[in-house]
């Protein structure tokens, strides 16, 4: 059974363009432009198969999938993705998806409507982040459904194109966030669980492996091997059961205060 990785990356700054990012925690999510040359370019140099997580799915249905696939996906919508990130995948005829927040388009630090459309006619798949990036779980159902449904509806009518996937802000939803995803019409969504996907995994569940700042070329190639990311699935393992036990508001405000001392970055 082939094991897909699906990649996670957020914004990316250079020492020209410096990210706004204040607080440790979100600021370890950008990863610096030399950083992202070099993985790239190793993807490229190790022939690796780069694709959008809607191509993947398309794979997984008709069998084709194999062992040199890899998915590329970006949350958020930052500038970041279309200036620095965008020119690169194109470079080495790579294609991603790029969860959109819907509220920040064309907001300070996020892509406009022209660079969404721009990134579509390339095909790259532009697909939904929420609404306002609200952790699911903390709303009620009908505030649930509006962050679906009406972030659907405005990437829809910015790129001309239907969206099909989603990704869970902060990584987090349950039961009723899974229902609703799939009465609003979406056909998958990405998590933050770390670990491969295979034809047996959810959909609605898929696993990615996050790449944060600091991560040489080394690193990264370590990031991709089994061991490492079934060390990191029992990390992520924990870090779930701790949210499970102190619940997500809770444990939202534990790591923002703690995170400094937490050994494992990824």
Same mark, same amino acid.
């Given at each position: 059974?082939?094991?897909?990785?699906?990649?996670?990356?957020?914004?990316?700054?250079?020492?020209?363009?410096?990210?706004?990012?204040?607080?440790?925690?979100?600021?370890?999510?950008?990863?610096?432009?030399?950083?992202?040359?070099?993985? $790239?370019?190793?993807?490229?140099?190790?022939?690796?198969?780069?694709?959008?997580?809607?191509?993947?799915?398309?794979?997984?249905?008709?069998?084709?999938?194999?062992?040199?696939?890899?998915?590329?996906?970006?949350? @958020?919508?930052?500038?970041?993705?279309?200036?620095?990130?965008?020119?690169?995948?194109?470079?080495?005829?790579?294609?991603?998806?790029?969860?959109?927040?819907?509220?920040?388009?064309?907001?300070?630090?996020?892509?406009?409507?022209?660079?969404?459309?721009?990134?579509?006619?390339?095909?790259?798949?532009?697909?939904?982040?929420?609404?306002?990036?609200?952790?699911?779980?903390?709303?009620? $159902?009908?505030?649930?459904?509006?962050?679906?449904?009406?972030?659907?509806?405005?990437?829809?009518?910015?790129?001309?194109?239907?969206?099909?996937?989603?990704?869970?802000?902060?990584?987090?939803?349950?039961?009723?966030?899974?229902?609703?995803?799939? @009465?609003?019409?979406?056909?998958?969504?990405?998590?933050?669980?770390?670990?491969?996907?295979?034809?047996?995994? @959810?959909?609605?569940?898929?696993?990615?492996?996050?790449?944060?700042?600091?991560?040489?070329?080394?690193?990264?190639?370590?990031?991709?091997?089994?061991?490492?990311?079934?060390?990191?699935?029992?990390?992520?393992?924990?870090?779930?059961?701790?949210?499970?036990?102190?619940?997500?508001?809770?444990?939202?405000?534990?790591?923002?205060? $703690?995170?400094?001392?937490?050994?494992?970055?990824?």
């Amino acid at each position: 059974m082939v094991e897909t990785i699906i990649l996670l990356y957020h914004d990316i700054d250079s020492p020209d363009h410096p990210s706004e990012k204040e607080d440790l925690a979100t600021f370890e999510t950008v990863v610096r432009l030399n950083e992202f040359e070099h993985q $790239m370019a190793g993807l490229a140099e190790d022939g690796w198969n780069v694709l959008s997580m809607g191509r993947y799915l398309e794979k997984l249905q008709l069998g084709s999938v194999n062992s040199k696939d890899i998915v590329l996906t970006f949350d @958020d919508g930052h500038y970041s993705n279309y200036k620095f990130a965008f020119p690169i995948l194109q470079q080495y005829g790579f294609t991603a998806t790029f969860f959109i927040i819907a509220d920040r388009i064309e907001t300070p630090f996020y892509m406009n409507p022209a660079a969404l459309q721009e990134l579509a006619a390339a095909d790259m798949e532009i697909a939904s982040h929420g609404l306002t990036h609200t952790f699911l779980p903390l709303l009620a $159902m009908r505030e649930i459904h509006r962050e679906l449904e009406e972030s659907k509806t405005v990437l829809e009518q910015v790129t001309g194109h239907p969206v099909h996937s989603f990704a869970y802000p902060g990584g987090h939803f349950d039961g009723r966030v899974l229902h609703c995803l799939q @009465d609003s019409g979406y056909e998958a969504a990405a998590s933050c669980i770390v670990g491969f996907n295979t034809v047996a995994t @959810d959909w609605f569940r898929l696993r990615r492996v996050e790449i944060r700042r600091g991560t040489s070329i080394d690193d990264f190639k370590n990031a991709l091997t089994r061991k490492n990311i079934l060390f990191y699935q029992g990390v992520d393992s924990v870090k779930r059961m701790v949210k499970k036990s102190v619940g997500l508001a809770r444990y939202r405000k534990l790591r923002q205060k $703690m995170y400094c001392l937490y050994p494992f970055k990824r």
